[in-house]
């Protein structure tokens, strides 16, 4: 079935990317599946991102999940898959993008190449682009506010989970690369 969000909200999601591509259509696509399956409407969300390709903006846009809330995580694994779980509800999926699904279709009339990757993206039967796995644990742990400490060599402040203990200093990671050069 092809995209049933709204054009409008397409081209918002396009302008807010900055461009249209196939890993932008992938995004939309993941986002509907999500808000289809999980029925989005709270902040209760988190989406777990393998990528770090253009779908991501996507997903950002269409579900509200941010880094910045602490419930979109990246984990570059290299692959197009999302995990999507609702923390109130207790459920989730993991969709991996099939990319075998749109590779033999035929292109749309004078449209080749990248167009018409976006033209089957959006108008395949969403079913047939993913691989969908149900999940009933929350992929990560919710977002936890953890001390500032001082890097003793820039000053800087830094959350407690990425200081570096070296030679009886607290150092921040690229302080501590400095020093220690096998990382």
Do not use: W
Request: hydrophobic share 40%; charged share 25%.
């Amino acid at each position: 079935m092809r995209c049933q969000l709204e054009k409008q909200l397409i081209e918002k999601t396009i302008s807010f990317h900055g461009h249209s591509c196939p890993g932008l259509a992938i995004g939309i696509r993941t986002a509907e599946l999500a808000i289809q399956k999980l029925n989005i409407t709270t902040s209760s969300i988190v989406c777990v991102v393998e990528t770090d390709m253009c779908a991501v903006d996507g997903i950002q846009f269409l579900t509200g999940c941010t880094f910045g809330k602490g419930n979109l995580v990246h984990k570059d694994f290299g692959k197009a898959g999302f995990t999507f779980f609702d923390r109130e509800a207790d459920q989730g999926f993991r969709a991996v993008f099939l990319d075998d699904a749109i590779k033999d279709l035929p292109d749309p009339t004078g449209v080749t190449g990248r167009e018409a990757r976006i033209f089957h993206i959006m108008a395949a039967d969403i079913n047939d682009l993913f691989e969908v796995k149900s999940i009933a644990i929350p992929p990560v742990r919710p977002a936890r506010i953890l001390q500032s400490i001082t890097c003793q060599e820039c000053r800087e402040k830094v959350m407690e989970s990425r200081i570096r203990r070296f030679e009886g200093k607290d150092l921040c990671i690229p302080c501590f690369m400095e020093y220690e050069q096998k990382i």
